[in-house]
């Protein structure tokens, strides 16, 4: 997953293409490039490694580009598909007569059947982009748009591309399908990137494109086509309530660690835009009518990764307060599983980005079943947001680091409130049980900033553990799902393997794999299966294993070595709850080992291939 961005406007074009791809840099960061009309000619730089040492190394003529006329421009930062990171492989790609340019995300799946009937062309690269910028050349005859059209007809795949070219100066031209790309309207100024943070410090006004839309735009004027349809279309323009000053780390060291302080208010903000008294609201969101709410039967989540988890909690959240089967299903499974689907199914997909190809793929599938299909997402405008039947906003504000945090306990609350509103059209809870669950809910942002204020004990522990190579995360229950997310965090920032899994399955195998180097992270805090997790934690013990658990006040047992004490909440409440410390235990364990937390390696914020 790749973020590329182009500009066209009066301001410093390098200032304005480096600023944007650094904010653009969690989408994949392996090498990155810049390419600009100077003179009515393309200057181009590419390096690999991160924008920064791109920008260190920029030649001269870069320098000082300051003009009365419009600056125009595209850059790219890559996380590589085909061809390693390299300075050949990174974008923008150019044709043979160095008269077109390109920036590229996506996958181009024919691009080497296209290659080969491309063979004049001197092929550069190993990267399935370059048979986009070469087809262009092949194709321009005059009209640049026609060029683009006749090209975007022999591709198959995923493409988000942005072109620039020496023939037409004033206009960027640019193609979407499958992955992301939106237009930010400024006065007498265009922007177009994969993401709206590259562009916040310009607008709050953005066209996100549809798939197989295709266009020009100047400094003025936009033109937007449709592969489907001949006529030009007409896109909303979306108000994305997000302020520059959100995408940056205000202070804190990471954008990890600020999005983990961050949660107080994401749940604040998701329960006060949502509950008034004992009511809660989704009209304004929801257009599913209450009599189809009422007959679901069964419910089917789709989600990969941290969104897969926060499903997985919800699994056990809905069957116990809606009394209905909850499937949860990782995307790219589900997508080739030839599902058994049946009537009065409501699909859920999960997606902070709104643009994880696998659980598109997958709400593409489910549609053509004709199932109510719901989203829950981050990404205002994104493919989930708008292609779902109906969509959850999760109201996280833009969550910058690669490792989901924010995002899944914003997912939970989101959920937990839908589970409810629609546990009382169902009438499937009790009037008690409900206001219980609500009152709880409403106690979760408090009990979070209680965790986030004194973080010493687990900074302690990260001290203590953090050159150990393998950890387990036992839990039971709605935890379960929890243990998964905490040894995702862990992995996935520090590197380190980490396992989650239930803990009444261990003695099944994973047992084998403890000794007195692995510590054992357990989920021991109150709730029906606790004696249950206790004879876990005597089987761990007995093996000489370290264990650190997550409890509440007054739970004893001699075979805990660490406690993480928890403020005691409802069972069904708990994974909220309890997967911040093992948010700030991973955090802690890869800040201690220098990792790149927000960037880590071989990840990237939105996997927009499959
Ligand atoms: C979580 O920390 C990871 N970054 C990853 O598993 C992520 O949750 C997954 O790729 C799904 O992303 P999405 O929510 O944007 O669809």
Redesign the pocket.
């Known amino acids: 997953m790749c973020g590329i961005i182009g500009y066209i406007g009066k301001k410093n074009i390098v200032d304005v293409l480096i600023s944007g791809l650094k904010k653009l840099e969690y989408r994949g960061y392996d090498s990155s490039g810049i390419a600009i009309l100077k003179e009515n000619k393309i200057i181009r730089h590419r390096s690999v490694g991160k924008i920064s040492q791109m920008e260190a190394s920029l030649p001269s003529e870069f320098k000082n580009l300051s003009s009365k006329d419009d600056c125009i421009g595209i850059a790219h930062t890559r996380w590589a598909t085909h061809g390693k990171p390299s300075e050949e492989n990174a974008h923008p790609h150019i044709d043979c007569t160095k008269s077109f340019v390109l920036v590229h995300n996506g996958i181009i799946e024919n691009y080497f059947e296209l290659k080969t009937k491309l063979k004049k062309h001197k092929f550069l690269s190993d990267t399935d982009t370059e048979v986009i910028v070469h087809l262009i050349e092949e194709n321009y005859n005059g009209s640049l748009i026609e060029a683009v059209k006749k090209t975007l007809k022999l591709l198959e795949g995923s493409y988000a591309f942005v072109l620039l070219s020496k023939y037409d100066p004033k206009k960027l031209f640019f193609a979407r399908k499958d992955s992301p790309l939106i237009i930010g309207l400024a006065e007498d100024e265009k922007l177009i990137a994969s993401d709206v943070t590259a562009m916040l410090e310009y607008t709050n006004k953005f066209i996100f494109l549809e798939n197989e839309d295709f266009g020009e735009v100047s400094a003025k004027d936009i033109k937007i086509f449709n592969l489907k349809r001949d006529s030009i279309q007409q896109r909303p323009i979306t108000l994305v309530n997000w302020s520059a000053q959100m995408a940056e780390k205000s202070g804190f060291k990471h954008f990890m660690l600020k999005e983990i302080y961050e949660q107080p208010q994401v749940l604040r903000e998701n329960i006060t835009s949502r509950v008034f008294g004992e009511d809660i609201i989704f009209d304004d969101e929801l257009k599913f009518k209450k009599d189809l709410l009422k007959k679901i039967e069964k419910i089917l989540i789709i989600?990969?990764?941290?969104?897969?988890h926060a499903g997985l909690v919800c699994k056990y959240f809905f069957e116990n307060i809606l009394k209905i089967p909850t499937e949860v299903d990782i995307a790219s499974e589900f997508r080739y599983r030839n599902p058994i689907l049946k009537n009065n199914t409501l699909a859920i997909f999960?997606?902070?980005?709104?643009?994880?190809a696998d659980?598109l793929a997958s709400l593409r599938l489910i549609k053509r079943y004709k199932l109510p299909t719901l989203g829950i997402c981050n990404v205002v405008g994104s493919s989930l947001y708008r292609e779902a039947d109906s969509t959850i906003y999760i109201r996280c504000g833009p969550e910058i680091g690669?490792?989901?945090t924010k995002?899944f306990t914003g997912q939970l609350i989101s959920l937990y409130l839908f589970g409810l509103y629609l546990a009382k059209i169902k009438k499937t809870t009790s009037h008690q049980r409900y206001i219980e669950l609500l009152n709880s809910l409403y106690k979760t942002p408090t009990y979070i900033e209680n965790i986030l204020s004194d973080t010493s004990f687990l900074k302690h522990l990260a001290e203590l553990f953090y050159s150990k190579k393998d950890f387990l995360y036992l839990a039971r229950g709605i935890n379960y799902p929890v243990a998964l997310e905490g040894a995702?965090?862990l992995k996935?920032i520090s590197y380190i393997h980490a396992e989650g899994y239930p803990a009444g399955e261990m003695k099944h195998g994973p047992i084998a794999l403890i000794d007195k180097d692995m510590p054992v992270v357990i989920i021991a805090t109150k709730g029906a299966l606790l004696q249950k997790v206790f004879s876990n934690l005597e089987e761990v013990k007995s093996r000489d294993a370290k264990v650190i658990a997550l409890t509440n006040y007054g739970v004893e047992s001699k075979s805990i070595d660490y406690k993480i004490i928890l403020p005691e909440t409802d069972e069904l409440i708990s994974p909220i709850l309890n997967v911040v410390p093992l948010q700030l235990l991973a955090y802690y364990i890869a800040d201690i080992l220098g990792c790149d937390i927000d960037q880590p390696r071989n990840?990237a914020?939105?996997?927009t291939v499959e």
């Open positions: 989600g990969c990764g941290t969104s897969y999960i997606s902070q980005s709104g643009e994880t659980t690669v490792a989901s995002a995702l965090k996935e990840l914020k939105s996997v």
